[in-house]
Structures are given as C-alpha cells and as structure tokens.
Nanobody, 123 residues
Framework: QVQLVESGGGLVQPGGSLRLSCAAA????????MDWFRQAPGKERELVAR???????VYADSVKGRFTISRDNAKNTVYLQMNSLKPEDTAVYYC?????????????????WGQGTQVTVSS
C-alpha cells in the first residue's frame, strides 16, 4: 500500500483556517480518488472530501462552502483547505487513497490510509 503522511493539523479558534497536506510516496495519478476522512471521539469515520482522478470533487454537506480539496500531481500531494472552522470540525483527519488503475493493473477496492492529524477547534 502507498505511504500517506498527513500534516497541518493543530489547535485553531472558531472561524479560523487550517490547510492539511497529504504527501503520497507514489504517483497519485494511479489512484481513482484521493479522500479526506475525519473521525471525532465516539463517532463514525466520515468522508469529508474527495477528489477523483478526473478532477471531480465531493464534499460532505457539513463542510460545503468551507472546505476545499485540491491536489498537486507534480508533488504527489493532496490538500484540504479548511476555512470558517467550527468546534464540530474537531476530529482526527485522515488522508486516504482509493482504488488503483495503473497500466494494465486495475483494483477498484484497494485503500490506503495515513496516520491521521488532529484538528481541534476551540476558543
């Protein structure tokens, strides 16, 4: 599985901003999608944002208009820009690579996970 390393988390006040980064040790073009998930204590892990290989994006309703997912293929890095942060955004955020298609190889079910980075939104 591909190594994914998240960074950029931390403590921020409500209304503030953070940018998370996910560095992949492989060509991110081989993956069908790059995702950001989050998991708060006592809650299920949820998909926050997705960017498909074709460039399309998907966002959870709770973050639409506030979060933006993007990628830099040359750097094999995916970003999550988080603005207007709310206390309910507090969670561990995980980068994930979903599916693989590279040359003749195709595996739509594969998934890799980063170690997670803590985001805490509090006064």
């Amino acid at each position: 599985q591909v190594q994914l390393v998240e960074s950029g988390g931390g403590l921020v006040q409500p209304g503030g901003s953070l940018r998370l980064s996910c560095a992949a040790a492989d060509n991110i073009n081989k993956f069908l999608a790059m995702d950001w998930f989050r998991q708060a204590p006592g809650k299920e892990r949820e998909l926050v944002a997705r960017i498909n290989r074709g460039g399309g994006t998907v966002y959870a309703d709770s973050v639409k208009g506030r979060f933006t997912i993007s990628r830099d293929n040359a750097k094999n890095t995916v970003y999550l820009q988080m603005n207007s942060l709310k206390p309910e955004d507090t969670a561990v955020y995980y980068c994930s690579a979903a599916g693989t298609q590279y040359g003749p190889q195709y595996d739509p079910t594969s998934r890799s996970w980063g170690q997670g980075t803590q985001v805490t939104v509090s006064s």
